[in-house]
């Protein structure tokens, strides 16, 4: 796992004479919170849960998979884009759904309705600068178990849906599983 040092290093090389140049001196609060939550992340991430980062050493973007083991979703793959902006922690990760799915709380856009996503909210679950990366993995996870949300829902088609006829729920919900797993 990439260390506050190792990053710190990487990014203010020592001169020939053991200075480190002025220039490359400078590491973004973003970036050391970063450092030690990504660990934490990949150490405390659920079972149906992985993280993919296409570069290593750009800890403020990556790909949060998920695999649901139960529920409505059961079966299906699930990715997510999750962009960590300069003003993480005081601001929540941009976070989007990149598979097509029929969810009360994820609308074709990839749009998520999630609290903790949101800077504000109503129900006082929203961004606080104490939250990390791990309690957005465990509540992206959760929205296909005990955090789904038909109550309160950004995609109102399925939640009607839900309310109505919860058998054909559950196939329009593995018509877009079979579709995402013929592309894969």
Not at 4 to 24: W, Y
Not at 86 to 95: H, I, L, R, S, T
Not at 110 to 115: A, E, F
Request: hydrophobic share 35%; aromatic share 8%; proline share 5%.
């Amino acid at each position: 796992m990439i260390t506050l040092n190792k990053k710190i290093k990487k990014q203010c090389p020592e001169a020939t004479n053991g200075v480190t140049s002025e220039a490359g001196k400078r590491i973004s609060i973003r970036d050391k919170l970063l450092i030690k939550e990504v660990q934490e992340m990949n150490e405390n991430l659920p079972t149906t849960c992985s993280v993919d980062f296409e570069d290593p050493n750009v800890l403020n973007e990556f790909i949060l998979t998920v695999e649901p083991d139960e529920g409505y979703w059961e079966s299906g793959k699930f990715k997510f884009s999750v962009f960590v902006t300069e003003d993480y922690n005081m601001a929540p990760p941009k976070v989007k759904c990149l598979t097509r799915l029929w969810h009360p709380n994820i609308n074709v856009d990839g749009d998520i309705c999630l609290s903790l996503l949101r800077q504000t909210s109503i129900d006082e679950h929203g961004w606080a600068p104490t939250r990390r990366l791990k309690d957005v993995v465990w509540g992206l996870n959760s929205l296909f178990t005990d955090l789904l949300n038909f109550d309160d829902p950004l995609n109102l088609e399925a939640a009607e849906m839900y309310k109505k006829d919860k058998v054909e729920f559950q196939g329009k919900v593995q018509e877009y599983i079979a579709v995402n797993k013929g592309k894969r």
